[in-house]
């Protein structure tokens, strides 16, 4: 009876440690972006409800910036650059949970649920935001070094125009969209220029988004809450 108790404790404790061994609830490597960057403005999106969805996004437990430490320090390096150039860098996504992707998916898959349609997607039939990969399974914030972010100018406080706005489902959002104004163009080259020199990269489809080059989870989707 006794090795037979004992071998129940000993599957139930390896039970146990292989659900605190889960890498993808491991945060140890990552950042409040804020501890980095003190004077980074924050305005997370899927915190509050004016995003595409209309909610609060699963996952966004408190309006944090998280991101590996590896990124943040990255971060911090453009964010000194633009500094002295009379910009400040405005953070509308970082760390992504793979729980917040799930929510977007369900979403996506809820036809009759347009309601932010006029304000991010109105051009785009929400039948098609799979095909045409505005809603994907998988994302790279939830690798923990990926930031959607833009400049404000210092001296007036308001955030430079960058020809769409932020989630904007469109091809205006697209880096290489040249129906700009030259001041539209400038501006988002002031951004990329920044952040290509100091090791991010960009998508096809996202004047805001940006990826740490050598990321250091490139194949770990966290889903750690942010909290």
Not at 9 to 38: H, N, W, Y
Not at 56 to 70: C, H, I, W
Not at 141 to 156: A, K
């Amino acid at each position: 009876m006794n090795r037979y108790l004992t071998l129940i404790g000993a599957v139930l404790l390896c039970v146990g440690c292989a659900k605190q061994a889960d890498p993808t609830m491991d945060r140890s490597d990552f950042v409040e972006l804020t501890e980095v960057i003190p004077d980074a403005i924050l305005e997370i999106r899927y915190y509050s409800t004016y995003n595409f969805v209309g909610a609060r996004v699963d996952g966004y437990e408190r309006p944090l910036a998280l991101l590996t430490r590896q990124a943040a320090d990255s971060l911090k390096v453009v964010n000194d650059e633009l500094k002295a150039q009379g910009f400040r860098i405005k953070i509308w996504d970082t760390y992504r949970p793979q729980r917040a992707v799930n929510h977007f998916i369900r979403w996506a898959e809820d036809l009759n649920d347009t309601t932010m349609k006029a304000v991010f997607y109105p051009m785009v039939d929400k039948s098609l935001l799979f095909e045409q990969k505005y809603i994907m399974a998988r994302s790279g914030h939830s690798r923990g070094s990926t930031v959607d972010l833009t400049l404000v100018n210092t001296l007036t406080g308001k955030e430079l125009d960058m020809g769409s706005p932020f989630d904007w489902f469109g091809i205006e959002s697209h880096p290489d969209f040249t129906a700009l104004t030259e001041e539209q163009i400038a501006n988002r080259h002031i951004l990329w220029d920044a952040m290509l020199a100091h090791g991010f990269k960009m998508i096809d489809s996202e004047w805001w988004h940006f990826t740490l080059i050598d990321e250091p989870y490139p194949d770990t989707y966290f889903n750690f809450p942010i909290r």
